[in-house]
């Protein structure tokens, strides 16, 4: 909710640093941070540090936000592991509820007024129809593997209700990234269960490239009769975000391998705009819009294969690696159109980290789980 900033909601955007540093504080009080996969994020967050120390014009705040992953990743992981290895089936049943809290609350929604609505998508309690549709995409994933963990007492049915009530609410958002992520997510989950298909794919993996080329995506979608919902025209565009890749890209040529430090996508683009356009410009140029590109912007080459290599290493930890292979194609792709990546303190970045907290746990014995 911390970008909402409706005056019933607002405390969300300072209450989200309270929650992080009454976190830190239980743990420095109960012995301290211990080892744990959360530190692999350290390598970016001492390289992102240092690089804004030395070139962010933005200063105390872009160092901060390098900082932050670090912080973010090792409270996250670092909770988790206390309350799983003591309750595990609490654990779960905690995080279930939270989730069920939150969408329930946005499904009652969509039938309020005007006011839950921008240009006609739903944007619910978040106040933004693309945050609202990636958190339910991202949610769905989290659901999707304690379903799979079987350590709550919630049935079969309850948690396929609860993700109809996701892709529900993705699709009254709007949301192309999220919608079309959740169909990648669900191919690439049933290509990984099924060892032949997915070799099958591979193979023809060339063949359906050639294929694509040929294929109008607009005209099929418009056969469809999908033409309002997916806002077809401008979908090629990325609704305008092609044309702020363009002029980002340049500026990553200037230093692709250093970047100049946090927060150094965002002072640009608002420089460009202040520079270059006048007038009321279009909603667009709010921002880069591609993860990929931020943090390139930010942190050069170098710091985004720091960045993967957090990936890396919490992916090869995880323990049901067909939902992880299709939440990180998810979450991949989200990256296209959203800059969740080059953020730590939004909504995305925490459950990623906690996403993968869950995959590193081994699944307790069932029967200790019931005793518990």
């Not at 209450?15 to 080892?35: E, S, V, W």
């Not at 990234?177 to 099958?200: C, D, M």
């Not at 025209?233 to 430090?261: C, D, H, M, Y």
Request: glycine share 8%; no cysteine; net charge neutral.
């Amino acid at each position: 909710m911390a970008s909402n900033l409706s005056p019933s909601l607002s405390f969300a955007q300072n209450f989200r640093f309270l929650a992080l540093g009454g976190a830190l504080l239980y743990l420095f009080y109960n012995k301290g941070i211990p080892k744990n996969p959360g530190n692999y994020i350290l390598p970016f967050a001492i390289y992102a540090t240092f690089i804004s120390l030395i070139f962010s014009p933005l200063g105390f705040d872009a160092v901060l936000r390098g900082l932050a992953y670090w912080l973010i990743a090792i409270v996250i992981f670092t909770l988790y592991e206390k309350s799983y290895f003591n309750f595990p089936a609490s654990t779960s049943q905690i995080i279930l509820g939270f989730l069920i809290l939150v969408f329930g609350l946005n499904s009652l929604l969509i039938f309020g007024g005007p006011e839950m609505y921008l240009v006609g998508r739903f944007r619910g309690v978040m106040g933004n129809p693309n945050e609202l549709g990636l958190i339910a995409a991202f949610s769905y994933g989290i659901i999707d593997l304690l379903k799979s963990r079987n350590e709550t007492d919630f049935s079969r049915r309850g948690f396929l209700l609860l993700k109809i009530i996701l892709v529900a609410i993705i699709i009254f958002t709007g949301s192309r990234t999220a919608l079309f992520g959740l169909i990648l997510y669900e191919i690439t989950f049933r290509l990984f269960q099924n060892k032949l298909l997915l070799a099958v794919s591979l193979l023809t993996l060339g063949t359906l490239y050639y294929i694509s080329l040929s294929i109008d995506p607009v005209a099929i979608i418009q056969s469809l009769g999908l033409s309002q919902e997916l806002r077809v025209e401008s979908l090629i565009t990325g609704s305008g975000r092609t044309e702020v890749w363009k002029i980002a890209w340049e500026e990553i040529k200037l230093n692709p391998w250093f970047g100049q430090g946090m927060l150094y996508d965002q002072y640009f683009i608002e420089e460009y705009v202040d520079q270059n356009l006048s007038g009321v410009v279009a909603r667009h140029w709010a921002g880069i819009w591609n993860s990929y590109l931020s943090l390139l912007m930010d942190v050069g080459i170098i710091g985004l294969v720091a960045f993967f290599f957090f990936i890396y290493k919490v992916f090869n930890l995880s323990n049901q690696r067909n939902l992880a292979a299709a939440f990180l194609v998810l979450t991949l792709f989200a990256g296209i159109t959203e800059s969740w990546m080059a953020a730590s303190m939004n909504a995305f970045t925490p459950m990623f980290m906690l996403y993968w907290a869950i995959q590193s746990h081994p699944v307790n014995d069932p029967e200790e789980v019931i005793e518990e």
